[in-house]
């Protein structure tokens, strides 16, 4: 059997890191910040809900009216970013360029291509998302029957391509990773 090398503990601390990460999205983040690109080829964000998934994909459903779905149609590559509060116990004992006297706050971002999806897929993932909100006594957003949630909403399903970690590390340690090459991460 070999002794554990530094690779060996990158590897580790990346699956650590990325479990931390998903959980916090899941558990904690809430809303997201999204990036599209507009027409003149300017990035626009706006907070959005979005459900990490698994494999860091992102699926949201929005309604047909909004201005991203053209934007995706046009250009699909977008960024979701979710940021929250220090992670408790974080240091931040050697600052890379300037001591502001802060810790780093907690980042997962999502690079990737949308895909518009079929009206079977937005009524699934809408009909989960809902459940789940209203079981914790979330109700105030209007409950659509499928007829609805077909006329009016659109399920997409942003494919990562690239996803950075802050935050989930050591003191200000960040994980950028490819997911069809980290497998597990």
Known sequence: MREPDSTDRLETDLRDAAARAHRFVVDEAGFAQLTTVDVRGYPVTRTMTGFLLEDWSVAT????????????????Q??????????????NDR???????????????VRGDAELMDSAWTEAVYRRAVTTQRA???????LRTPDEVAAELVGVLIRPVRV?????GQGAQSFTFDPDM???A
């Open 78 to 91: 977008t960024e979701v970013v979710w940021i929250g509060s220090p992670r408790p116990g974080v240091t």
């Open 61 to 76: 459903v929005q309604r047909r009216g909004h201005r991203r779905l053209t934007q995706w149609r046009r250009r699909p």
């Open 164 to 168: 950075r970690l802050e935050g989930f």
């Open 136 to 142: 914790a006594g979330n109700d105030r957003a209007p």
């Open 182 to 184: 980290q497998g597990e």
């Open 95 to 109: 600052p890379h360029v300037f001591d502001i006297g802060e810790l780093p706050p907690r980042v997962v971002a």
